[in-house]
């Protein structure tokens, strides 16, 4: 009888590495996705910065 809950607590440990690999993955999924959406954002207010960088570099040019 030792041996078959030997067996078993292997097996739930085995069970438990597995699932807390799968959830490190997950977790590590999601700070991905939301770092790929914080770039995106930040690309983005740089372009809206440039282009208003270039709007006021027109008017000086024009006004000068």
Same mark, same amino acid.
Not at 15 to 33: G, P
């Given at each position: 009888?030792?041996?078959?809950?030997?067996?078993?607590? *292997?097996?739930?440990?085995?069970?438990?590495?597995?699932?807390a690999?799968?959830?490190?993955?997950?977790? *590590?999924?999601?700070?991905?996705?939301?770092?790929?959406?914080r770039?995106?954002?930040?690309?983005?207010?740089?372009?809206?910065?440039w282009?208003?960088?270039?709007?006021?570099?027109?008017?000086?040019?024009?006004?000068?």
């Amino acid at each position: 009888m030792y041996y078959v809950e030997e067996v078993l607590v *292997q097996e739930r440990h085995q069970e438990r590495l597995k699932r807390a690999e799968e959830e490190r993955a997950a977790r *590590q999924v999601l700070q991905l996705r939301r770092l790929v959406r914080r770039q995106a954002r930040a690309e983005r207010e740089l372009l809206h910065v440039w282009q208003r960088v270039d709007r006021l570099r027109s008017i000086l040019e024009t006004a000068g």
